[in-house]
């Protein structure tokens, strides 16, 4: 059973304008989410994190926002640049048991059109 | 500072064969997990070695088993192929048992025909 989901595939998006990357989850032991991007032939490159005690985290160009009652978070990218296409995945674990892998979701491609 | 490192880059394998995939950790990194990542899936987690035993393991069959050395380093083992295995392992390693982030190394491809 997938616990982390990225329903959707794909996405396009304007350079300069937002991209939005959405990612639930079903397990509530989760209390630490991740969000890696990933270009191919390359291994996922770690993007930015929140814990579940947050509910947003910015980086640069890069917010997340965690709805943990929806058990939802997003990655919000503004402005879009062309070298920001690549695949997304969503990614999630239970820190506070101790366990530390890393629940994925199946990744979302975003492109970004000059 | 050279980041996760892994070998060899592809490998093809025959079905029943048995295959040693390496991966060398970041730089002050002691824990190291790794993943199969299958055609259009996200990685799914095999285990993770630190202080070199297997400290957690995922759902897999004990075909797949490892190691790692006094120097961090790892070796994913998988005996008795199937063509199921054809994926990318992805090696990762964090520093000691703080819940630190993952670095991921590039992967290595495994064709089984």
């Known amino acids: 059973d997938q616990q982390v989901k990225q329903n959707s595939p794909s996405l396009s998006v304007q350079e300069g304008r937002i991209s939005i990357l959405n990612c639930d989850y079903t397990n509530s032991m989760f209390d630490y989410f991740l969000w890696y991007k990933k270009y191919p032939a390359e291994g996922p490159t770690f993007l930015i994190s929140i814990s579940s005690i947050k509910d947003k985290n910015e980086d640069g160009r890069f917010t997340v926002f965690l709805n943990k009652s929806a058990k939802h978070l997003s990655l919000h990218i503004v402005p879009s640049q062309p070298g920001d296409s690549a695949v997304y995945f969503c990614?999630?674990?239970?820190?506070?048991?101790?366990?530390?892998?890393?629940?994925f979701g199946t990744g979302t491609r975003l492109t970004v059109i000059p | 500072d050279a980041g996760v490192t892994q070998s060899p880059t592809h490998l093809i394998k025959t079905r029943g064969q048995q295959v040693t995939l390496r991966c060398s950790p970041k730089s002050g990194h002691d824990t190291v997990s790794w993943y199969q990542q299958a055609l259009g899936q996200g990685p799914q987690f095999i285990f993770q070695?630190?202080?070199?035993?297997?400290?957690q393991r995922g759902n897999f069959p004990d075909r797949f088993s490892g190691h790692q050395f006094p120097n961090y380093s790892s070796e994913l083992n998988v005996n008795a192929l199937l063509l199921g295995d054809s994926a990318l392992y992805l090696c990762?390693?964090?520093?000691?048992?703080?819940?630190?982030?993952?670095?991921f190394g590039p992967g290595t491809r495994l064709t089984v025909l």
């Open positions: 990614a999630a674990s239970e820190r506070q048991t101790g366990a530390n892998n890393l629940f």
């Open positions: 990762a390693s964090k520093h000691g048992g703080a819940a630190d982030t993952q670095y």
């Open positions: 070695y630190y202080e070199e035993e297997e400290r």
